[in-house]
């Protein structure tokens, strides 16, 4: 595994941070790490990348502790709301950063390049960052990141404060980082965006983990199915509260949950062998965001 940490907490003096976090991320995934403001999300990334010290638990990058010199060459990271000096150019900022990473000049040049392709910002690099779109300069922030040609980029938030086109451009580049074999950790609150790109996701709340999961496995099993329908009777409403005890019933449509697909077709069968009439039946997969705010506001625990 990329990630695995085995009960990981950072706990302040006012009692927040994040609370025994068990997680495993395994290469090449995009991981969405998922909860409201507040939850605890930049508290876990930056524990896990080094820059704050655990009050407990395990954890592990790459195969080595966390905290490691040598596994710290191998990671990128992009932290929330960062904001760099605006008279500064795409090229500067990008030089600069090249020095830190301690790359000689030659390497340098052919990273600034490689970097600026993947984030399309080649012929912006020489403008300055005050002049960029916020899209823009989430993407040279993202382009500093990538100088070291990490195998793991933590993102945190990289997208809340873009509007539609900037956010669709930055999840371009995640899924640009996973066909180059990159794994990508990535902190969100933007249920939407996490759903068209995460591979697994863990959703905290208050500090601790309450679902995780593959995504596809979260949501199976949540679909709605919305039945317009009419000729109906006690006996055809009574089979079908058999499937979901639940359902509702107007006069002339359903709404019920399903388990298993092969009930779609059931739900479908008894209405027409009970003498009703099957206008029309469409399912819906419950989304990720129905799925967080039941679990956010007391449901599933």
């Known amino acids: 595994m990329v990630i695995e940490t085995e009960n990981l907490s950072k706990i302040y ?13 395994a290469k090449g995934e995009i991981y969405g790490f998922l909860g409201p403001n507040g939850a605890g999300k930049s508290t876990f990334i930056k524990t896990i990348v080094g820059l704050l010290f655990p009050t407990s638990g395990n954890a592990s990058i790459l195969g080595k502790p966390i905290g490691d010199l040598e596994t710290r060459k191998r990671i990128g990271y992009l932290p929330e709301l960062f904001k760099y ?17 301690k790359l000689d000049k030659k390497t340098s040049s052919i ?17 300055k960052i005050g002049t960029y ?13 990538l100088l070291c040609d990490p195998e793991l980029l933590f993102l945190d938030e990289p997208t809340s404060a873009l509007d ?11 899924l640009k980082l ?3 074999d990159k794994t990508v950790f990535l902190n969100s609150h933007l249920l939407s965006e996490v759903e068209m790109i995460c591979d697994s996701v863990a959703i905290i709340s208050k500090g601790s983990i309450v679902k995780q999961g593959k995504i596809d496995d979260l949501l199976e099993g ?8 009419e000729n109906m009777n006690n006996e055809i409403l009574n089979k079908l509260e058999k499937i979901d005890e639940d359902m509702t019933f107007d006069g002339k449509n359903i709404k019920m949950h399903v388990k298993e697909n092969y009930e779609i077709h059931e739900a479908a069968s008894l209405i027409i062998s009970g003498g009703g009439k099957l206008y029309g039946l469409t399912p819906h997969r419950n989304s990720l965001e129905e799925i967080f705010i039941k679990l956010i506001e007391g449901g599933e625990e």
């Open 133 to 145: 779109s916020k899209g823009m300069q989430q993407r040279i922030g993202i382009a500093s990141a």
């Open 13 to 25: 003096e006012n009692n927040k941070g994040c609370r025994n976090i068990n997680i495993s991320v």
């Open 222 to 229: 949540n679909t709605v199915l919305d039945i317009h329908v």
């Open 111 to 127: 990273k600034i390049e490689e970097v600026l392709e993947i984030v399309n910002l080649k012929g912006a690099e020489k403008s």
């Open 164 to 174: 539609p086109i900037g956010r669709k451009e930055v999840r371009d580049i995640i």
């Open 178 to 180: 996973k066909d180059m």
């Open 85 to 101: 000096q605006e008279w500064m150019t795409g090229l500067d900022l990008l030089s600069f950063h090249s020095s830190l990473y």
